[in-house]
């Protein structure tokens, strides 16, 4: 069982930057893909990043490219998302997503793909 706690949302301006933290309760963390999803008012969820749990292999969505990055610290079990110059259509609830996995190397990119989900936290960009 992995739990997992998002962190890091809140209200900024167009432009502005946010860190999201997804701290996971679970000693297979090390062995588990994990990824970064969001749902924004009356919109389906959708795929943000992603990040194989060796390798350091990435993955983003063409929205997001060149203004988010993922990253992982195996020592303290968690993932991060750095939100960089933000747009009001980045407005959405976040959240992180992992799947234990025995392929090092592989990255998910559908929510069907990951088995647990955190609660979400809320990213609001305005003027």
């Known amino acids: 069982q992995v739990q997992l706690v998002e962190s890091g949302g809140g209200l900024v301006q167009i432009g502005g930057s946010l860190k999201l933290s997804c701290a996971a309760s679970?000693?297979?963390?090390?062995?588990?893909?994990m990824g970064w999803f969001r749902q924004a008012l009356g919109k389906e969820r959708e795929f943000v990043a992603a990040?194989?749990?060796?390798?350091?292999?990435?993955y983003y969505a063409d929205s997001v490219k060149g203004r988010f990055t993922i990253s992982r610290d195996s020592a303290k079990n968690t993932v991060y998302l750095q939100m960089n110059s933000l747009k009001p259509e980045d407005t959405a609830v976040y959240y992180c997503?992992?799947?234990?996995?025995?392929?090092?190397?592989?990255?998910?990119?559908?929510?069907?793909?990951?088995?647990?989900w955190g609660q979400g936290t809320q990213v609001t960009v305005s003027s």
């Open positions: 997503a992992a799947r234990p996995t025995s392929f090092s190397y592989s990255i998910y990119r559908k929510s069907s793909d990951y088995n647990y």
């Open positions: 679970a000693r297979t963390f090390s062995s588990t893909g």
């Open positions: 990040i194989a749990w060796s390798g350091g292999g990435t």
